[in-house]
């Protein structure tokens, strides 16, 4: 299209305006309003357009295309962005959000309307960590993966862990922490069975209840961690160990299928004493250091006796009542005032009185 001259444009104008008054006649005022609001609209923009061309039209067909050519230009979004730091913030301008790259590692933090950080995501050379807290940063959860070792840990408002449940190798565990951080319960199932510790102020292990190859057993330690007494069930019979300062089984009770007895140890740990309950009565041993027995006190049914034995555990002398049965059957007993002696090869060597 050509260049119009500005006479052209207002004989188009003055057109419309008498179109405009017919229409006026015709309708009611407030229409009629809203009309001639209309025209000085599209006079007023007529004239900015000339204005703005400086008295030419352009193409309609130019300014579609100049319209449509900042879409068609439009870079396309880069692959990669590279920076320091992103903070997002909400409506009033506060960080809700940041990913940084801290000394550690990279972390992406979750913070609430006040500014704490109630939800943070870390990696560092020991592994990732995703720890969760309350307001100003107290009572967290923190669940970690470091050094192969998951990990879930719950901290109280002071900010010390006080549980904390693990996975180390094949066995899980549960660790629970007195106000100081200190460990003071540990219940885990190992291959060998499930175990339940208690620590004491010091750090040690003051009692552990466990339960080996289907066996329970109870320990109770010192302040220095040494096992100090311990129950369990053992493959015959219940049995009570007690141990010294340096944790040496000192004394010993057990009841099993034949009876009860109860073992005296030395600083060694070698029996050295025992008592028993069989089925013919009771009987105190004593022992050498080679757990050799030397000396026998019992009370059997045919009556009391002693008897005293040598080094390779051979009986030389008996004082008592004593009942033998000679390979015929036939049964002898001898009374309480007897004395027997038997040689290094178990021969009798002498014997008075003689049986009754």
């Known amino acids: 299209m050509g260049a119009v001259n500005v006479q052209t444009i207002l004989d188009r104008l003055a057109a419309a305006e008498a179109l405009a008054r017919k229409l006026e006649r015709r309708l009611q005022t407030w229409v009629a309003l809203t009309l001639s609001g209309g025209v000085l609209a599209t006079v007023a923009l007529a004239l900015w357009i000339l204005l703005a061309t400086g008295g030419e039209v352009e193409d309609t067909t130019v300014t579609e295309e100049r319209l ?11 692959d990669v962005v590279t920076a320091r730091a992103f903070v997002v913030v909400d409506d009033k301008g506060k960080p809700r959000a940041e990913l940084t790259v801290r000394e550690y590692g990279p972390a992406l933090a979750l913070l609430d309307a006040a500014g704490w ?6 990696v560092d050379e020991r592994g990732p960590v995703l720890f969760l807290s309350d307001v100003e ?12 070792r998951p990990a879930l840990a719950l901290f109280d408002a002071g900010g010390v862990r006080r549980a904390e449940v693990a996975v180390l190798g094949d066995v899980p565990s549960l660790r629970l922490y007195d106000a100081a951080g200190k460990a003071g319960a540990e219940l885990d199932a190992g291959e060998s069975g499930p175990a339940l510790q208690l ?7 003051g009692a552990e209840l466990s339960v080996l190859a289907d066996r329970p057993y109870l320990l109770f330690a010192d302040a220095a961690g040494k ?3 311990g129950v369990g069930l053992a493959e015959d019979g219940p049995a009570l160990q007690l141990c010294d300062a340096v944790g040496v089984p000192r004394a010993e009770l057990h009841v099993h ?5 109860m073992r005296i140890f030395d600083a060694a740990g070698k029996a050295r004493a025992g008592v028993g309950m069989t089925e013919d009565g009771p009987v105190l041993g004593l022992y050498d250091a080679r757990g050799k027995t030397r000396a026998a006190l ?4 045919a009556g009391p006796f002693l008897s005293l034995y040598d080094a390779a555990g051979g009986r030389r002398a008996t004082v008592g009542a004593e009942e033998s049965v000679a390979p ?24 008075s009185p003689r049986s009754r």
């Open 68 to 78: 449509a050519a900042p879409e068609a230009k439009a870079a396309s979004p880069p």
């Open 117 to 122: 950080r109630r939800a943070m995501l870390s």
């Open 137 to 148: 940063e107290a009572n967290a959860a923190m669940l970690s993966v470091c050094e192969h």
């Open 199 to 205: 620590y004491g102020a010091a750090g040690k292990t």
């Open 227 to 229: 096992t100090r007494a």
């Open 257 to 261: 299928a034949d009876g009860a007895r």
């Open 298 to 301: 019992g009370a059997g049914e």
């Open 328 to 351: 015929d059957g036939r049964q002898t007993i001898y009374p309480e005032s007897t004395v027997t002696l038997w040689g290094a090869d178990g021969n009798l060597l002498w014997q």
